[in-house]
């Protein structure tokens, strides 16, 4: 009977490997991890804020980052290869036990992992863009993290020095004075320009990927141009906190960050347009 049932699994197992598209597989594999990897935030976001305000803040997780998640699953989904490599189906199994655990760093590092394997040995150009875009997006939801894990101090002194310099007023560490010298501003790491340095980035690939972008030696002005933009805007903003008391309560609201972020997105989504321009206006 142990022999039977071991036979029909092997007959079941080979038919799946034999009649499940490749698309259909990673794509699934794929959404499982970004919604693993997301559910952590969007519970948080949720017990913090509640259902309405949470989904109108998207959860507090980039808008470019939800876009994105779907762009890469999408594009993967468009291979229609028929077959599946036996030791792939090991690489599926080993992939889910990871996103199944509840830490989230876990699920995006095999998102990472799985989005290399298909960059480098599938041959179907869908799934290659779409995997590209998948490890992008790995990039503001774990490694920058990482990154500003090790270089916090480096990081925030350099926002501190920019800030410094456009007020005019000494700089401790990641402390500014404020130009009336009423007070003192503090770059904490939510300030940080490299979170938006990083969504900058993930919008570039995205972009660039979904229109099939042909690579040229422009493609490096166009993404430095967009991260430069968004620490311009996140450095002016904190200048106008530093310079007062009414300053700091103004631009510091929710509505000065709304603004500030608008802002950013805006200029992230122009460079990159900009700089696929020929490729957009030939898929519209």
Known sequence: MTTLNELILTRNLSKVVSDQSRGEFFAGL???????????????????????????????????VWVSCAAGVYLVLQDRTIGI???????????????????????????TAL?????????????RRGAFILVATTVPVLW?????????????RMDASLVGWLLHTPRTGDIVEFA?????????????????????????VTVSRLVDHKRSTHDVFWCLLACASVIAVNVTRMSLMGLSQ?????????LGAAVSNILMLGLILGCCLLGVRRDFFQRI
């Open 115 to 127: 989005g290399f394997y298909v960059i480098i040995f599938t041959e179907n150009p869908s799934s």
């Open 144 to 156: 920058s993290r990482l990154l500003f894990q090790f270089f916090a101090d480096f990081i925030l």
């Open 180 to 204: 009336d010298g009423s007070g003192v501003l503090v770059i904490l790491p939510s300030c940080s320009s490299l979170a938006n340095m990083s969504l900058a980035f993930l919008c570039w």
């Open 30 to 64: 794929f959404a499982l991890g970004c919604l693993s990897g997301l559910a952590a935030r969007v519970i948080q976001s949720i017990n913090k804020l509640g259902w309405v305000e949470a989904f109108f803040e998207t959860f507090e997780v980039s808008v470019l």
């Open 85 to 111: 490599r036996s030791f792939e189906l090991a690489i599926g199994a080993a992939f889910a036990f990871l996103v199944i655990l509840p830490i989230g760093a876990l699920s995006w590092l095999a998102v």
């Open 246 to 254: 009414w300053h700091y309560e103004t631009f510091h609201s929710d």
